[in-house]
C-alpha cells in the first residue's frame, strides 16, 4: 500500500528546513550540489528567477508505504529513491497528456515515463528525503517545478487524482498491497462472475470498457457534445441522453465480443458516470496557477496521509465485523456446510481460522488475522452495502422461522385432525 501527496508553496528554504532538519533524516538522491538545507534552498532560487510570476514553484510529493504491507517492511533507500522519481515523472508526463493515465493499457505512459527519468529528470532542481519518524517509511521529493532549460512550469491541474492513479500502478507494478482510491468509489466493480470471464478470455468487461472510454473522455473544458461525438468515434460506444422521471440522464451502448448490444445507464456504471457527474467533470476549471491565495509553506505538522487512511480502514473494520459474524451464524444455522455467502458483488468466506472475511470479486476487503480484523480499501459504499445485506438477511431468516413455524402448527393440527379422526371410529365402532 502506498499513498500519496502533493504540495505546492513559494518557500524553497522551509520546504527544505521541514524535510531535512528532522531527526534521522537523510538525502536519497538530488541534483543539486549541496547537502543541508540552506546552501540547497539557494540552489533552488537559480529556477525560480528564470519565471519569477510562477506563485508556487515549489514542488513537495510525499509517498508513504504501510508498515502492515508485508511487501513493504524491508524497502531499499534504492527503491525509495526509484519510486519518488518515479511519482514526480508520473505527474510531469500526465500533466501533459492526462488521458495516458485513463487508457486501460498503461504502455504508453510506462514508456513515456521512462524516457522522462531517462532524459529529462536532470532539467530540474530536486532532492529526495527519507524520514522514519513515524511506524511506516516516508519520502520527501522537494522539487522546483521550472525547468532549468527552458523555464516551463509544471502544471499542477487535477493533480490530486492523478497522483492517485500514480500510486496505484506503483502497487501493481512492485506487488504492494492495493487500495481503493476516492475516484473508484463513484466506479461500479465487476461482479465475481465477470472478473473471472475477463482473466479467461483477456477482453474486459463491456461496462469497464465504457468507465475507461468515459474516464479517457471527459475531459476538463469539454462540451457533452464532445464527450459523445469523441465516445462515438473513439470507442464505438453510442449515447443517448433524455429525462426519466423528470430528469436528465444518459444510456450507453456498445457491442460486446460476441456482437450483443450492451445497453447500460450512467447510474449503472457508478455514481461518477451520471450525466451531473460527468457534466461536473467537464466545467472544472483548467489552469496552470489555481486562483486563490495560498499559504506560504504548509503548517510545520502536516497531515499524515497514510495515517489517515490507516486510521479510516480500522473504523471501516471496527464497524462490519460484527455485521459479517452476524451474517455469517444467520446464515449457516441451518447449513453448516455453507462455504460462501453472496450479497451481489461481496461474498463472506471462512478464514483459515475459521473467522468470516469479506471478499468483492476476487479482492479481499476484510481479513482476519492473529485475533483481529483488518480492512483493505473499504469504503463507505462498502459498509452500507453489507448492513443493507445484514438487514436482508435478518429478514429471510425471520421469513424462514416463520414458515418453520407455520409448517410445525400445520403438522401438529394435521396430527389432531388424525387422533380426532381415530377416536371418532372407535366411538362408532363401540355403538
Request: hydrophobic share 30%; with cysteine; glycine share 6%.
Amino acid at each position: 500500500m502506498v499513498v500519496g501527496k502533493t504540495l505546492q508553496n513559494n518557500n524553497f528554504k522551509e520546504t527544505s528546513r521541514y524535510v531535512l532538519d528532522k531527526e534521522e533524516a537523510r538525502i536519497l538522491g538530488s541534483t543539486v550540489m549541496g547537502s543541508d538545507s540552506d546552501t540547497i534552498s539557494r540552489e533552488f532560487l537559480m529556477s525560480r528567477d528564470l519565471n519569477p510570476g510562477i506563485e508556487r514553484p515549489v514542488y513537495h510529493l510525499i509517498l508513504a508505504y504501510s508498515y502492515e504491507d508485508a511487501a513493504t517492511k524491508d524497502l531499499t533507500d534504492e527503491f525509495l529513491l526509484d519510486r519518488s522519481k518515479e511519482f514526480f515523472a508520473g505527474l510531469v508526463v500526465s500533466a501533459r497528456e492526462p488521458e495516458l493515465l485513463r487508457q486501460e493499457d498503461k504502455t504508453e505512459y510506462k514508456q513515456k515515463v521512462n524516457d522522462f527519468l531517462e532524459t529529462e529528470i536532470y532539467e530540474y532542481q530536486w532532492f529526495s528525503a527519507a524520514h522514519e519518524d513515524t511506524r511506516h517509511k516516508h519520502t520527501h521529493f522537494v522539487a522546483s517545478r521550472e525547468n532549468l532549460i527552458d523555464g516551463r512550469c509544471i502544471p499542477t491541474w487535477q493533480d490530486k487524482e492523478r497522483s492517485h492513479r500514480i500510486c496505484r500502478e506503483i502497487e501493481k507494478e512492485y506487488g504492494l498491497q492495493q487500495i481503493q482510491s476516492y475516484y473508484e468509489v463513484e466506479r461500479r466493480s465487476p461482479t465475481r462472475r465477470q472478473l473471472e470471464e475477463w482473466e479467461k478470455t483477456g477482453i474486459s468487461p463491456v461496462m469497464v470498457q465504457m468507465q475507461n472510454a468515459i474516464d479517457q473522455e471527459a475531459m476538463p473544458g469539454r462540451s457533452v457534445e464532445a464527450v459523445r461525438t469523441a465516445l462515438q468515434e473513439n470507442h464505438e460506444i453510442e449515447t443517448i441522453v433524455g429525462l426519466r422521471n423528470g430528469k436528465p440522464g444518459i444510456v450507453f451502448e456498445k457491442e460486446d465480443s460476441k456482437g450483443e448490444v450492451i445497453r447500460m445507464s450512467g447510474s449503472q456504471l457508478g455514481r461518477g458516470y451520471t450525466l451531473p457527474a460527468i457534466e461536473r467533470r467537464l466545467e472544472q476549471d483548467i489552469q496552470i496557477e489555481p486562483p486563490g491565495v495560498e499559504p506560504e509553506i504548509e503548517q510545520s505538522v502536516e497531515p499524515d496521509p497514510l495515517e489517515q487512511v490507516m486510521h479510516e480502514q480500522a473504523g471501516y473494520a471496527k464497524r462490519l465485523a460484527p455485521q459479517i459474524k452476524e451474517i455469517w451464524e444467520r446464515e449457516t444455522a441451518d447449513r453448516p456446510k455453507l462455504k460462501a455467502a453472496t450479497f451481489e458483488d461481496y461474498q463472506i468466506r471462512l478464514s483459515n481460522e475459521g473467522q468470516p472475511e469479506l471478499y468483492r470479486g476476487d479482492r479481499q476487503l476484510l481479513e482476519h488475522s492473529d485475533g483481529e480484523y483488518r480492512a483493505f480499501g473499504l469504503t463507505e459504499q462498502d459498509c452500507s452495502a453489507m448492513e443493507k445485506f445484514n438487514a436482508l438477511s435478518q429478514q429471510q431468516a425471520q421469513e424462514r422461522l416463520q414458515q418453520l413455524e407455520f409448517q410445525q402448527r400445520l403438522q401438529q393440527r394435521e396430527e389432531e385432525q388424525k387422533k380426532e379422526r381415530v377416536k371418532s371410529r372407535s366411538q362408532e365402532q363401540e355403538r
